[in-house]
């Protein structure tokens, strides 16, 4: 059937290699959708919800109503103990994470930060499930590769809304604490390969991002540094004491 051949719309928005090929736009009944043009085609999701528009058991998510399974667990045996998520819900989960993914990405090239930390929200929230209830060990350390690229998007797509906000401060609370999620991340793996923090891409590209922001952070906020550093010194974060040695340098040398 001619009438339903892509081909015309493929063409008219072309696949640029090596970039995120994203829009927004308005669909024929008003709401706007968010479409990401891959190499064979085009990817359209929705801008709230579950990205593939379908309310599973009649909830926004999946993990909206895996979450309610849960409650109703507990209130019939007081407590989570015996809860079980089946490989077929741990699967499915995935599944949605993956659809989550595609859109947070989207959104983070349109500039929409409120929706990736929404969305870097709900897949860390499916990692949460699937590791205390999963039926097996894969169910439940599978997703656990994804957790710092998760946190890490979730960090940037909120310094980054800081720093649209002219809030530099915030933004490098932001990428502080998303480090400090990430070290505690890498720490928890018990397969973790010595300097595995130093040498993550997340970490790299989080401290990158920071550098870009100290500069533009007020002088006057040095002795705020200063006090935070002593105390990150009083409570042995060593990471953190490092990192704010870094912004204090950084904002001597700017």
């Known amino acids: 059937m001619t009438d339903e051949d892509l081909t015309p719309i493929l063409r008219h928005w072309p696949y640029v ?26 990817l359209q999701m929705e801008v709230s919800g579950r990205p593939d528009g379908t309310r599973p058991d009649d909830y926004d998510s999946l993990l909206e109503a895996v979450a309610a ?49 929404r969305d870097t929200e709900h897949n860390l ?53 998303g480090l400090e999620a990430i070290r505690q991340a890498i720490e928890a793996d018990e397969q973790e390969e010595e300097g595995a923090f130093e040498n993550s891409a997340e970490v790299q590209l989080l401290r990158s991002m920071r550098d870009a922001i100290i500069p533009k952070l007020p002088v006057s906020q040095r002795s705020e540094l200063h006090d935070r550093l002593k105390a990150a010194l ?16 950084m904002l001597r040398d700017a």
């Not at 045996?77 to 989207?106: K, M, N, P, W």
């Not at 009083?234 to 340098?249: G, S, V």
């Open 125 to 177: 929230h499916i990692m949460e499930f699937c590791r205390e209830f999963g039926e097996t060990e894969f169910d439940q350390t599978v997703m656990e590769q994804l957790r710092c690229n998760t946190l890490m998007m979730h960090a940037r797509a909120e310094a980054s809304k800081a720093v649209a906000d002219n809030d530099t401060r915030s933004a490098l609370a932001s990428i502080d604490r």
């Open 69 to 117: 399974q849960l409650q109703r667990h507990v209130e019939e045996h007081g407590d989570a103990e015996t809860f079980v998520l089946t490989t077929e819900q741990c699967r499915r989960l995935r599944e949605e994470a993956i659809q989550f993914y595609h859109r947070y990405v989207s959104l983070f090239a349109l500039e929409e930060y409120e929706g990736v930390m």
């Open 234 to 249: 009083a409570a042995e974060n060593y990471e953190l004491a490092a990192i704010l040695r870094d912004e204090l340098r």
């Open 17 to 42: 290699s090596g970039e995120v090929n994203v829009r927004l736009i308005q669909a024929g009944d008003g709401r706007m959708i968010v479409q990401m043009r891959v190499d064979l085609g085009i």
